[in-house]
């Protein structure tokens, strides 16, 4: 067990749909990342919290966004969802977010758009 | 943009011998830091072992050690003594030292250990 909790751990619904993935960092962990992992484009990164301020955005789609809240738990959210969104979507804690901090990436939520 | 290459997508071992999985990676920074990730069937993303580019000193762990070739920018794990729990996907990754933090993973490669 890293810490990390994601919630829902499963997540089915229909395209055009909007869901909201929940996680919480470990306690202490200041830094939040989001990644999915797609058997077509394998683990990507997608967006980067530091005590509630966005620090790094990689591969995320418009349609996606995410926060980190004031407690440091954070959100991601997606709309509009499509067939291609289907993926586990990892989210990971570090202590101060510096590079070489190890990251805790928690169970995952596996989303299936149908 | 840095690229990160597994150029094996499967690999097995028998238990109790040595493996080595590879992993170059493309970068023109000199400041980064590499790790390896281990994937079992149960999804979990668990850290293996990490690396600074600075240090010369191969980092070890238990059974894993890597092999890192600054100059031919390679980074390979050696996982010694296999054991059945080693079976998983293992990714390699690397992050900048500066700038943004995102971690740029390869494919992975699937390990079975055979008993």
């Known amino acids: 067990d890293s810490g990390v909790t994601q919630t829902p751990k499963h997540l089915i619904t229909a395209t055009g749909q909007r869901v909201t993935l929940r996680c919480s960092p470990r306690?202490?962990?200041?830094?939040v990342y989001w990644y999915q992992q797609s058997l077509d484009q394998g683990l990507q990164f997608l967006i980067q919290?530091?005590?509630?301020?966005?620090?790094a955005k990689g591969n995320i789609l418009e349609r996606f966004s995410a926060q980190q809240f004031p407690d440091l738990h954070s959100e991601l959210n997606l709309s509009s969802l499509e067939l291609g969104d289907s993926a586990l979507y990892f989210c990971?804690?570090?202590?101060?977010?510096?590079?070489?901090?190890?990251?805790?990436f928690g169970p995952g939520t596996r989303l299936t758009v149908l | 943009a840095q690229t990160v290459t597994q150029s094996q997508p499967e690999m097995s071992v028998q238990e109790a011998e040595t493996v080595t999985l590879s992993c170059t990676y493309d970068?023109?920074?000199?400041?980064?830091?590499l790790f390896w990730y281990k994937q079992p069937p149960s999804r979990q993303m668990i850290l293996v072992i990490r690396?600074?580019?600075?240090?010369?000193q191969n980092a070890t762990e238990n059974r894993f050690s890597v092999n890192f070739q600054k100059a031919a920018k390679s980074f390979s794990l050696k996982i010694s003594d296999s054991q059945l729990g080693d079976a998983a996907m293992y990714f390699c990754?690397?992050?900048?030292?500066?700038?943004?933090?995102?971690?740029?993973f390869g494919k992975g490669t699937k390990l079975s250990v055979i008993p």
């Open positions: 306690s202490g962990d200041l830094s």
């Open positions: 970068t023109s920074e000199s400041d980064y830091y």
């Open positions: 990754a690397y992050i900048s030292g500066a700038g943004s933090y995102q971690l740029t």
């Open positions: 919290y530091y005590n509630g301020e966005e620090r």
């Open positions: 690396q600074e580019a600075y240090k010369q």
């Open positions: 990971a804690s570090s202590a101060s977010g510096r590079a070489f901090d190890e990251q805790f």
